[in-house]
């Protein structure tokens, strides 16, 4: 079983920086699948981004936040780093750190699939 443990969230204005960091324990995890969703309100959850622990491929967020989001890992690969930089107000939401054993696994909404992380809530505001 693997436990996530997400920290960083807060309120920042438009055009700050946030940093955010999700710890995992237990199982292999230095070789899983790791990464970051959101869930604005009254949305569905929404892909940010993840990076395979065993290669580093990184699986790149959406072109809107290209040059914005940047993930990373660390701490022998049990770390998930992202950094947000320039943020907006759409930004806004509660970001959910994720594992799994495969793309497959990770890239699922379903509460039941994969490990989550608690949430943490960014918001961006003036």
């Known amino acids: 079983q693997v436990t996530l443990v997400e920290s960083g969230g807060g309120l920042v204005q438009p055009g700050g920086s946030l940093r955010l960091s999700c710890a995992a324990s237990g199982g292999a995890s230095s070789a899983l699948v790791m990464g970051w969703f959101r869930q604005a309100a009254g949305k569905a959850h929404e892909f940010v981004a993840a990076?395979?622990?065993?290669?580093?491929?990184?699986?790149p967020t959406d072109p809107s936040r290209k040059g914005r989001f940047i993930i990373s890992r660390a701490g022998a690969q049990n770390t998930v780093n992202l950094q947000m930089n320039d943020l907006k107000s759409e930004d806004t939401a509660v970001y959910y750190c994720k594992a799994g054993t495969s793309v497959t696994m990770f890239m699922s909404t379903s509460s039941d699939v994969g490990y989550w992380g608690q949430g943490t809530q960014v918001t961006v505001s003036a």
């Open positions: 990076i395979q622990g065993s290669d580093g491929t990184i699986y």
